[in-house]
C-alpha cells in the first residue's frame, strides 16, 4: 500500500520568503501526484499535478513541484509568498495500479505573517 | 461549474443513533469518493463509484456504514450506531473521465459530532 509524508506539520514565515514543503512517498510502480490546498473555511483545491513528462510542474498562484523519482519526492516550492498563502497544504499520491483513490499525507499548515 | 455540494454541513447526534449524508457532485462526473478527516490527519480514502458501481471500498470502511449512489448521480453515505470514534469531517469528491489522473473536486464537507 502507498504512503504519503510531509516533513513538517507547521511552518511560520513572513511575507516575501520563500516556501518549500517536503512530501516523500513510499509506492514502487507509476504514481500521478497531486498538492491540494484548503484556505481557512474552504474546501480543497487543485494547486498543481504531475502525471508524466517536465518533472518540474508549475501550478496555480506561483507554486511549483518538482517530482524526484529517485527520491519518491514531490516537493512544493514558491520563492515569494504572500499573507493570502496561509492554508493547509496537503500533498496526495494515486498509484496507477492501485484504482483511483487518493493518498494523502497529515498535511502542514503554513502561516504567513504579514 | 456549481461545485460538489454536501449536506448538511454539520451534524450532531447521540451516540448509536443512525446519520445520513447526501453528495451531490459536479454534474456530468462519473466518478465519486468518499473521505474522511480527523483533525491534525489528511483525508482518508473510503470507497468510491464510477456511476452506480460501487467499485472500492476501505477496510476503514466496517459495515456500519453504507455508501450508495443509485442513479449514477447524487451519492448517500450512511452510519448506523454511531460510536465516538466516528466523529471526523466527509469529504465528497469527483472527478471526470476513465483516468486515474483526472483530478478529483472536493465539497465543503459534512462534519459529524457523536456526543
Known amino acids: 500500500a502507498q504512503s504519503v509524508s510531509q516533513h513538517n506539520h507547521h511552518v511560520i514565515l513572513s511575507e516575501a520568503a520563500s516556501l518549500e514543503l517536503g512530501c516523500n512517498y513510499s509506492y514502487g510502480g507509476t504514481v500521478n501526484l497531486f498538492w491540494y490546498v484548503q484556505y481557512p473555511g474552504q474546501h480543497l483545491q487543485l494547486l498543481l499535478k504531475?502525471?508524466?513528462?517536465?518533472?518540474l510542474v508549475k501550478g496555480i498562484k506561483g507554486f511549483e513541484a518538482e517530482f524526484i523519482k529517485s527520491k519518491f519526492s514531490f516537493n512544493l516550492r514558491k520563492p515569494s509568498v504572500q499573507w493570502s498563502d496561509t492554508a493547509e497544504y496537503f500533498c496526495?499520491?494515486?498509484?496507477?495500479?492501485?484504482?483511483?483513490?487518493?493518498?494523502f499525507g497529515g498535511g502542514t499548515r503554513v502561516l504567513v505573517k504579514p | 461549474d456549481t461545485g460538489v455540494s454536501q449536506n448538511p454541513r454539520h451534524k450532531i447526534t447521540k451516540r448509536g443513533q443512525n446519520v445520513t449524508f447526501r453528495c451531490d457532485p459536479i454534474s456530468e462526473h462519473n466518478r465519486l469518493y468518499w473521505y474522511r478527516q480527523t483533525l491534525g490527519q489528511g483525508p482518508e480514502f473510503l470507497t468510491y463509484?464510477?456511476?452506480?458501481?460501487?467499485?472500492?471500498k476501505s477496510r476503514l470502511l466496517s459495515d456500519r456504514f453504507s455508501a450508495e449512489r443509485p442513479k449514477g448521480s447524487f451519492s448517500t453515505l450512511e452510519i448506523q450506531r454511531t460510536e465516538q470514534g466516528d466523529s471526523a469531517m466527509y469529504l465528497c469528491a469527483s472527478s471526470f473521465g476513465d483516468s486515474s489522473n483526472q483530478p478529483q473536486h472536493f465539497g465543503d464537507g459534512t462534519r459529524l459530532s457523536i456526543l
Open positions: 463509484f464510477q456511476n452506480e458501481a460501487q467499485l472500492e
Open positions: 496526495a499520491v494515486n498509484a496507477r495500479a492501485a484504482g483511483n483513490k487518493l493518498t
Open positions: 504531475y502525471f508524466s513528462g517536465d518533472p
